[in-house]
């Protein structure tokens, strides 16, 4: 029984080799299931006919579960030729450096990208990935039925939006709609607030970095904190446990007017409820005080050549045809862009959102656009839901919130080597 | 059936089981069920529904995704199933059977070894750096290979258990017959396990074929994707689609459940059989 058994298994092996040896080479790409992927394959089937490079689309888990296998392809040597990650904070957390092809060599390609998604992808000197989606928003989707039905206009500051969701509420609707029941998203308004923190403390990343400017000490970054206790009154009676899928529903529906949320819902509203019902959806900034509004952007993620892989070449080519105007119109006709594509020159279609094409256009032309936090600044405390989410329960004041979140910071910055004592 | 006069309160205790074992097994299984027939909108706000209309084109979807990738995801977790279960029921049945009989100072110490082997966890660095070193990663041997060493020690105790069972007077009946060492085991032995290894064979292939965590680090790549790793899928931070998730979820359940079925009663007596500790 023993020989047989270990007959078995050695020949087992053999048809494991074969297809190994069988043909040309064949790229891997490791994407998320975060990222919708079918974009992506539309552009590897017409890379195999322009270019004849040929792409293997490969789905990994996204969230915690896909960091920790990523991190361990990276320490076992792993990765395939191309990877899929997050750009900003997190990229550094990869050890670009020994892992991931520098693209200054390759000015063709980093000239073609644009300098708010550049920024995002550049750790020292060396620039690292192309994007992989369009850009998307932390920003507020409001239903433009219920502001028709309500004779409500954009809010211009702050307190005008309290007082929209105010009239919302007493006319019967969810005045905000709250989804902390799918954690994430509760960050959204204090991580989409930040153009606001960076108009009262113009250089705050660079001093927060360097360990000079707190939470707790800039009135502009503790006034994020202050929005969440100041919206509790609005929001939907199950805030706490509604999920994500959820606040689709309400907001689709037109049960709730306003949805603090990253734009890239978009998509998901028009594959559930279609073009029409996503087209009245609208979008606009968090509010300033003072109305000297702007949009908080959230750059794409990148796609990564492995350094050490066997088609590095093949690699490149590819990259260099995903960000060609070519690629991204078959991109953009798969996919429906959730905010404008960070590559420069490239002119979007006429098919966009409305939502996107009108009113987060707006702001890029009038130049009130500022990138989210994280991809300017190294360091973004773990606990940050959590955080955001005691705040918005009214748990905690947003001074205390303030404070804890720059304790939860301290300690990813020890982490990550900044000297903060 | 025949009937039995039963007292009140074992009638009560047996409507409570009833009622306990439902709302576990049986809700959560039509929740499922329910949804993965629904349309994407209606699976998505998780109710508690019969669906309206009957979308069975879900679960056509679900076989043909990604170029008919659950069909590749069966083959292979069959194939990491059936090759482990052959190790573990080789080399547990006979380690087992040493184990309980021999009182050596080696069988104790084997023991304690295999308490450690049910504690300690799989880390997973070092053992893809030891796959890598023996030029095996990524491959099906060495996916059987850690499947089989991390169930051995609990199928080598279920054999030790049960051996407590069989008396020694076969096998000295046996010896005295003229049998050697093997054909004690193979012709004595191994049969008389029958009811254990079934046991063994069960709880392990529903927990090799189930397996999640080892298949995803061990043994990447779309080629070698096992059933659990196709639910990943469906569900996504911004777009989730549950009545697909809940149809795979169907799908890659339904062999188990069969074989569950099909084998309730010998798990039970094979489970019963081995708990009592000589």
Known sequence: ??????????????????????????????????????????????????????????????????????????????????LYYNSGSKLLEMDPANNFVDLTA?????????????????????????????????????????????????????????????????????????????????????????????????????????????????????????????????????????????????????????????????????????????????????????????????????????????????????????????????YANTLLANGPFCIKGYQMGDNAYAAVAKDMQAYFDAGTTYVAQEFECAIKGANCESICIEVGTGAISAEEAAAIYDDDCYKMAVQLGFNWD | MKMKKRNPGSL???????????????????????????????????????????????????????????????????????????????????????????????????NKLLLVGLMVPVSILPTIWLLRSLNIYKTLFSMVMIESALNLPFTIMLYRGFMDTIPTELEEAAWIDGCNKWAVFSRIIFPLLKPVTSTVIILNAVTIFNDFTNPLYFYPSNANVTVQLTIYNYISQFQSSYNLLFADVILITLPMLLLFIIFNKRIISGMVSGAVKG
């Open chain 1, 106 to 330: 390759y000015p063709h390609i980093v000239d073609r990208l644009a300098d708010s998604f550049k920024g995002a992808v550049t750790v020292g000197d060396a620039v690292y990935g192309v994007p992989l989606t369009s850009s998307q928003a932390g920003a507020i989707l409001y239903n433009k039925v219920i502001y028709e039905e309500l004779g409500l206009e954009v809010p211009a500051n702050w307190q005008e939006f309290l007082d929209n969701c105010k009239a919302c509420a007493d006319a019967g609707y969810y005045g905000l709609i709250g989804t902390f029941g799918t954690s994430w998203s509760s960050q959204v308004l204090f991580l989409g607030d930040y153009y606001n923190v960076v108009t009262g403390y113009p250089t705050f990343a660079a001093d927060f970095e360097a360990g000079t400017a707190k939470y707790a000490i800039t009135p502009s970054a503790v006034r994020s904190f202050e929005k969440y206790t100041e919206v509790i009154p609005y929001y939907n009676p199950d805030y706490v446990v509604a999920t994500y899928e959820d606040g689709v529903e309400y907001l689709a529906e037109a049960k709730g007017a306003h949805w603090i949320i990253l734009t890239q819902a978009l998509q998901n509203i028009d594959s559930l409820y279609g073009r029409e019902t996503v087209d009245e959806i609208g979008v606009f900034c968090v509010p300033a005080d003072d109305g000297n509004n702007g949009l908080t952007v959230w750059v794409a993620n990148g796609i990564y050549v492995n350094k050490n892989g066997a088609h590095v070449d093949e690699a490149i080519k590819f990259i260099e045809y995903y960000i060609s105007d070519a690629a991204l119109d078959v």
């Open chain 2, 12 to 110: 009560a205790a047996e409507i409570i089981g009833w009622i306990v074992a439902v709302s576990l097994f049986v809700l959560p299984f039509l929740f499922v069920a329910f949804n993965s027939l629904k349309d994407r909108r209606g699976a998505n706000k998780l109710n508690f529904t019969p669906p309206d209309v009957f979308h069975w084109e879900n679960y056509v979807e679900v076989i043909r995704n990604n170029r008919y990738q659950i069909l590749t995801a069966f083959k292979n977790s069959a194939e990491i199933t059936f090759f482990s279960l052959i190790v573990l029921v080789g080399c547990s049945a006979m380690a087992g059977y040493i184990i309980q009989r021999r009182r050596t100072r080696v069988t104790a110490a084997a």
């Open chain 1, 1 to 82: 029984m023993k020989k047989l058994v270990a007959l078995l298994l050695t020949l087992l092996l053999v048809p494991v080799m074969i297809p190994a040896m069988a043909e040309g080479p064949t790229l891997r790409i490791a994407v998320d299931t975060n990222a919708s992927a079918d974009g992506l394959r539309a552009v590897i089937e017409k890379a195999r006919e322009d270019i004849g490079v040929n792409v293997e689309v490969e789905i990994r888990p996204g969230g915690d579960e896909g960091d920790n296998l990523v991190k361990a392809w990276i320490a076992a040597g792993e990765v395939p030729d191309l």
